[in-house]
């Protein structure tokens, strides 16, 4: 499995765009791109997941480059409510399921 | 849909004492996968099934771990015996349509004293 990077935290302010990058170099040709949001005391929560170029749900949008060693999750217009913990996760969508490894994610924190 | 149940939601006993974990899944569903969650390792897989079937219990800790899958809506994470090192807050997740969407249950919270 690849093997992803991200910053271990954030900060912003409400209304804000963040964005946050994850590092995958090793991604294999049949991986697929995955946020989660994790709140406190909840389980995470799956945001969004791409292949190539653009993925935009009511939620965020990824951004994939050609070469796909990189994505960047990005929040338009943050809230309060937008503070969480973030993972990127790289794996192939096998029919029999896989394994995930949940790195230990980015902490965004958003002021007021 | 109630989504993943999971309980108990919070579970306290004693080091040596059998803990059972259950999970209902949201129904047609097909994956099942058992997190544990602690502060110092982060999340971390123990175990998934697909059709009910175990396809990778490599996440288990040690033998005193097992997790069974008797059928497709339900599933159980024994612990047998506890020990204060498994305190922690274990998730229960099902996999959805999409082919990496899982879904996650709002965890049990175990403390092992």
């Known amino acids: 499995l690849a093997k992803t990077t991200q910053p271990i935290s954030m900060d912003s302010y409400e209304g804000q765009e963040v964005n946050i990058t994850c590092s995958h170099n090793n991604i294999a040709t049949n991986d697929y791109i995955t946020w989660y949001q994790q709140f406190p005391s909840q389980g995470p929560r799956f945001i969004i997941q791409?292949?190539?170029t653009k993925v935009t749900n009511e939620v965020a949008s990824l951004f994939i480059p050609a070469d796909r060693k990189s994505s960047t999750l990005s929040l338009p217009r943050v809230s309060l409510s937008d503070t969480a913990v973030y993972y990127c996760?790289?794996?192939?969508?096998?029919?029999?399921?896989?394994?995930?490894?949940f790195g230990a994610g980015t902490r965004l924190f958003v002021k007021a | 849909d109630a989504g993943v149940i999971q309980s108990p939601r919070h579970e306290v006993t004693e080091m040596g004492q059998e803990v059972t974990l259950r999970c209902k899944p949201i129904s047609g569903h097909n994956s099942l996968f058992w997190y544990r969650q602690t502060m110092m390792r982060g999340l971390e897989l123990l175990i998934y099934f697909n059709n009910n079937v175990p396809i990778d219990d490599s996440g288990m800790p040690e033998d005193r771990f097992s997790a069974k899958m008797p059928n497709a809506s339900f599933s159980t994470l024994k612990i047998q015996p506890s020990e204060p090192r498994d305190s922690a807050v274990y998730f229960c997740?099902?996999?959805?349509?999409?082919?990496?969407?899982?879904?996650f249950g709002p965890g049990t919270r175990l403390t092992v004293l």
């Open positions: 997740a099902s996999r959805g349509w999409q082919p990496n969407e899982q879904f």
């Open positions: 996760l790289v794996a192939p969508p096998e029919e029999g399921g896989f394994k995930t490894i």
């Open positions: 791409g292949y190539k």
